[in-house]
Structures are given as structure tokens and as C-alpha cells.
């Protein structure tokens, strides 16, 4: 073999090469370890089923998609550092499953700096709805819709005496504005409204408060293992009130971190019930997760799962070596694309997604029930 030819082989080898280990990278903070680590890991195990899949299928466009996850200990400055870090020195195509409120508001600035996009963050509040981010592509429904379903349907059943605690952040006062909505619309008034602080929590005075008023519920805004001790210091105190929580906490491990208070409580869910395998997406994620010897899904899975099937979507779309800009653009023109039984779509007027919510309530076997 001359030179010439040597040459020309060893430039096929190369790109053979480089064409086998392609792969788009994907960006992920959130809060691995922390107050919210249970649930944070449903989420990303729901989203890594069909990733998963994808990239056992061959990838996208031939090329496979590595999620590259950071934990930022549920910690918004930790969020942003390192948002950054995926962005400017990891050099992701997007960023993916950010989790909580104040950390998706702290990682904002970046992503117009960069221009890079956001999907699928877990947080459902407001701000990141409107007005429109034309970086940021929901795959959920707002808190404030949440809240406001949960106080109609506590009315609906008859209980007059609400009360509501809140975390004391951006989160708290997002959904404390949609559970407004709610005793609004059926011309009710909370029996109280109290806030504690999101990362030194004490209701040594808020527990004893719900046990002497009388309440019937009590709508608890908070994460995680927050709201697990919170429902226990309000039990200890002999209160007897419904406990209503939301989406965010819609994760076994939240159920475990209840203990023995986990029983009848109420939690809202922003996807479908996720042992109705009469639902396509509960069906793919159900036997997906039965491949890899799991029992099934739960409803923290779910949302992981539906965030990747959105995102697959977006780099389909996008073309080979998907750029930023590209995905961008294949999100804000995605209409009405099937992830399973639910459409997506998106404008540049409206980066929701998905309007579905629900309401589970915790059975005696630990398990959700709708």
C-alpha cells in the first residue's frame, strides 16, 4: 500500500471512528442529594428508560445521547455554577430535568447568555411560563392550576376550613398565588396562611397552630423531606386535618419519607395515572422499566420519562449534529407530536406543553391511587 492509500485509509478510520463515538451531549443540575434527592432520582430513572431505548435503537440521527448529570445538592447558587459548567465547559447541545424553582430562575440568565435551551425543567411555576422564555420548554402544567384544582376540589367535598403553609421562596409564593385562585373561585377565605424557611425548616410553632384552629385541610407547600416532617410535627400535635401536597413530592420516595403519616394524603399529579396501562405512555414506560427488572413506574418516573420522549422528539427534528440553535427551533415548532396518548405542542407564544393535572390520593399499600 503507497502513502497515498495509507493515508486515505487512516482518514476513513478516523471518521469511522468519530462517527461511532458521536454523541450529543445533554445537561442536567439538580438535587441528587438533599431534601428533594428521592424524587430527583425517579425523575431522572423515568427519563433514562427511554433514553435508554433510544440509544439502544442506534440514537438519533445516528448519533447516541449522553445525559451528563450534576448534583447541586437542591442549592440554586450550586444550580447555576453548575449550569455553567455544562454550558461553557462541557459544551452541551441543551439543558435538561433542572429541578426546583428558585434553582431554574437562578439558571435563567444563562441560558440567553448562551442561547442554549432548557427542557423540561421539573417546576411547574408560573415564571417560567409567562411571560414566554423563548428558552425554556415546559413538558408539565403550572403550580398555580394545581392549587387552584386542589382548593376547588377540597370545597367540593364539603371542607370549608382550609389553611395553608408555604415555603418562604419563589416556589411558596407561586403556588400560595394559584390556592388564591382557588378559594377565589369558590368564595372562601384560608383559615390561616403560614410560611417557614426552605432550607432551616421549624414548625415547632406552625404545628400546634393547625391542631388549635380547627382546621379540615391543610394545602402544605413544600419538598420533599420538608414536608414529611412538617406532616409528622402536625400530627404529633394532634391535628387530624387532610394533608394536600403537590406535584413535586409525587414520588415513592416521598411516600417513604411519610412513614406512617403517609396514609390518605393527598398529592396532585401533572401526568396520568401511572397503572392505567390503558394509557400509551404508561404502557412504553411500564415495559421499558419491566425490561430492567423493575416493578413499574411511578409518577415522578413518568414525568422523566415523558420529559425524554420530548426531548428525543426535539433532536429528531433538529437534524444530524443538532445545534443549540436548531433544537431550539424544532421545539417552538413542534404541533401536537403524540408522546403516548398526550400532545405537545409548542409556539412562540406558549412554551407549556402539557395542561393535564390530577389528583392521587396515598393508599394503605403505599401506592397512589386516583
Known sequence: ????????????????????????????????????????????????????????????????????????????????????????????????????????????????????????????????????????????????????????????????????????????????EGAKKGFTAVAKNPVFIEKFDRSKWDFTKIAPLVASSGVQAVLFIGSGNTVADGVDAIRKAGSRAQIVTFSNNASGGFVKSLKENARGVIVTQVFPYERSLSAPIVKEANDFAVAKGLDGVTPAMLEGYAAAKVLVAALKRAGPSPSRAKIQQALETMNKVDIGGLEVSYSANDHTGLEFVDLSIIGPDGKFRR
Open 1 to 176: 500500500m503507497n502513502r497515498l492509500a495509507q493515508w486515505l485509509a487512516a482518514i476513513v478510520g478516523l471518521c469511522i471512528s468519530a462517527s461511532a463515538g458521536a454523541q450529543i451531549l445533554i445537561g442536567q443540575t439538580s438535587g441528587f442529594t438533599g431534601p428533594v434527592a428521592a424524587g430527583v432520582k425517579e425523575v431522572a430513572d423515568g427519563a433514562k428508560l427511554y433514553i435508554d431505548a433510544t440509544n439502544a435503537q442506534g440514537g438519533v440521527n445516528g448519533q447516541k445521547i449522553e445525559l451528563i448529570s450534576m448534583d447541586d445538592k437542591f442549592d440554586p447558587k450550586l444550580a447555576a455554577q453548575n449550569a455553567k459548567v455544562l454550558i461553557a465547559e462541557k459544551n452541551v447541545a441543551a439543558l435538561f430535568l433542572s429541578r426546583g424553582t428558585p434553582h431554574t430562575q437562578a439558571i435563567m440568565p444563562l441560558l440567553a447568555e448562551y442561547k442554549v435551551p432548557l427542557i423540561a425543567p421539573s417546576t411547574g411555576a408560573m415564571v417560567l411560563h409567562a411571560p414566554v422564555n423563548p428558552w425554556v420548554f415546559n413538558v408539565r402544567a403550572t403550580y398555580q392550576r394545581e392549587a387552584e384544582r386542589a382548593v376547588q376540589h377540597l370545597s367540593l367535598i364539603g371542607m370549608d376550613r382550609i389553611g395553608v403553609i408555604h415555603v418562604d421562596d419563589s416556589f411558596g409564593a407561586d403556588l400560595l
